[in-house]
């Protein structure tokens, strides 16, 4: 899942705003599966507490970064649209 996310992620550089909103999306869904497997694993005491806290944190700050990216290309694909008209 690991290896999706990074595919989704570089493969979303390459595509027009359109495209790559909808990659990204891919990507950021594929996110949360991963966050909700090591959830599992660290209720299933496959990884300490401190491993999955440290991969969480950084999980999340991943996510948080391809929402804004996902935002902002929304953004500027609305603003286009709008200036087409």
Excluded: C, H
């Excluded at 570089?10 to 909103?21: A, D, G, Q, V």
């Excluded at 990884?47 to 950084?58: E, V």
Aim: aromatic share 10%; no cysteine; proline share 1%.
């Amino acid at each position: 899942m690991f290896l999706d996310v990074l595919d989704l992620v570089f493969t979303s550089i390459y595509l027009s705003p359109e495209s790559k909103i909808i990659v990204l999306s891919r990507a950021i869904a594929k996110l949360d599966s991963l966050k909700f497997f090591t959830q599992l694993a660290w209720e299933s005491k496959i990884i300490a507490t401190s491993k999955y806290s440290d991969l969480i944190t950084k999980l999340e700050e991943v996510g948080r970064q391809l929402g804004g990216w996902e935002k902002g290309l929304q953004k500027k694909t609305l603003a286009n649209k709008q200036r087409e008209k």
